[in-house]
């Protein structure tokens, strides 16, 4: 472990000081736009623009590497993103912002398609679980260091877009000057939207609905914070306690995901979420009276739950389709989530703006108990696949990029003839 972990030291590094930069912009952006008042609309628009901007950047990021290659697109995409965090402060308009946060949606997305090209390229059969464990923890705790580092500096000043740009910069020269060779472009076996559907519906509706979930609490979750009383230094506390539980929680529903049948352990996980919220809701009505810690358990929870669909939703697809197919599979998924993603935060400020800061839980409840509803339903109508067929589960970074897939470690007597769900009805 210690000698793969040596091996990609430099690209881990890189990746590590990317997320740290990355999630002070996440939380930053947010907190200034409620500073300046601007309504609870304006700022889910901005916000939802960064994962329209993801959306878009897991469509061209792979035309982009292939074009010009791996060290140049992470070169150009990496200044490219530092300075559109130095034109925040300079351009203080939900217009600018608005493109900017789209801008950095679109160079976020190439930068985790081409670091984790690097990563897949070190790894192997044998040591690509460990590398990929390796990468997820780093990139929970890079995140949840970058949520409290926004405490060391007044957020209406210039300091803390300056530290997000030297931390966007900085990542490049680890990157850059890492050892590990460049990887090959192999051809990857194409998948259409709908053959993907076809294959496991509940797998496309899940990474969708994840992406609701995750765009809402990611996009307004400051918000509801910064509405219900909360000072900067609690507001870090509320969105690192969603990491840590994200962190915390992915390896045991993990387990039972493995160990049962999928959907069962998904619909499990949307009835926690929903009972978080339920609680959340009148512990947000009454936070000037009941202890703050509560209302962090809370979050941690549904943060933890939530950051397991999408890893459980691609296990469910990947269960069901050969291997050739996974990459394909995996950016079919991404775009899925990007679509709910841009939705999310627009959907929940207006449910914010019209029934009060409460909404922002409710609005994640409703969404997980539809897509219980679902679940339910496809449990229905198609047959669990056995569970000594299943591959492994294994835990997902955030912000994901197509090339993840490729290290995730599969189960060697896998069949590659992805078999199919048998539908019970018509």
């Known amino acids: ?32 736009l409620e500073e300046a008042a601007s309504s609870t609309l ?39 993103m530092t300075a559109s965090v130095l034109a925040l402060p300079l351009f203080f308009h939900p217009v600018t912002w608005f493109l900017l946060r789209f801008l950095a949606g679109v160079c976020i997305a190439g930068l985790f398609s ?19 464990a390796f990468y997820v923890m780093v990139s929970y705790i890079a995140m949840i260091c970058g949520q409290f580092l926004i405490n060391f500096w007044d957020i209406n000043g210039l300091e803390v877009f300056l530290v997000g740009g030297i931390l966007m910069a900085v990542c490049l020269v680890p990157t850059a000057l890492s050892k590990v060779s460049p990887p090959s ?38 918000v509801f914070a910064k509405r219900i009383g909360f000072d900067t230094f609690e507001v870090s506390l509320f969105m690192g306690s969603m990491l840590i539980g994200g962190l915390v929680l992915q390896y045991p529903i993990g387990r039972f995901s493995d160990r049962y ?25 009454h936070s000037a009276t009941l202890p703050q810690f509560s209302l962090f358990i809370v979050a941690g929870i549904m943060g933890g739950a939530v950051a397991a669909v999408y890893p ?3 296990a469910q697809a990947f269960d069901y389709l050969p291997k050739e197919k996974f990459v394909a599979a995996s950016s079919g998924l991404l775009l899925a989530y ?21 909404a922002f839980f409710g609005f994640v409840a409703a969404v997980a108990l539809l897509l219980a509803a679902f679940v339910m339903y496809r449990i229905k109508v198609r047959e669990a696949k056995p569970v000594a067929e299943q591959g492994s589960m294994v835990a997902m970074p955030l912000r994901l990029s197509p090339v993840v897939s490729e290290l995730v470690p599969m189960p060697s007597d896998r069949s590659g003839s992805g078999a199919k769900e048998r539908d019970v009805t018509p």
């Not at 472990?1 to 996440?26: D, E, Q, T």
């Not at 081409?114 to 990929?132: F, I, P």
């Not at 990007?338 to 409460?358: E, H, K, Q, R, Y």
């Open 312 to 314: 459980t939703a691609m």
């Open 114 to 132: 081409t670091m984790e090209s690097w990563l897949n390229e070190r790894a192997d059969n044998r040591t690509r679980g460990q590398v990929l």
């Open 1 to 32: 472990m210690f000698a793969v972990i040596k091996s990609v030291a430099s690209l881990m590094l890189g990746a590590y000081l990317m997320l740290v930069g990355h999630s002070l912009l996440g939380i930053v952006v947010p907190l200034r």
């Open 261 to 285: 049948d999928r959907r069962s352990i998904l619909l499990v996980i949307l009835l926690i979420t929903a009972a978080a919220c339920a609680l959340g809701m009148p512990i947000s009505l």
């Open 185 to 222: 472009l192999e051809a990857i076996h194409p998948m259409s939207p709908l053959e993907l559907y076809r294959a496991s519906p509940l797998s496309v509706i899940a990474s969708a609905t994840s992406g609701v979930m995750q765009g809402a609490y990611w996009g307004m979750g400051a």
């Open 42 to 80: 304006v700022t889910g628009v901005v916000m939802s623009a960064y994962f329209g901007g993801l959306l878009v950047g897991a469509i061209l990021g792979q035309k982009v590497i292939i074009a010009v290659g791996h060290i140049r697109a992470f070169a150009g995409l990496a200044a490219i």
């Open 338 to 358: 990007s679509v709910g993603a841009t939705g999310g935060p627009l959907m929940a400020a207006l449910l914010m703006d019209s029934l009060g800061v409460a």
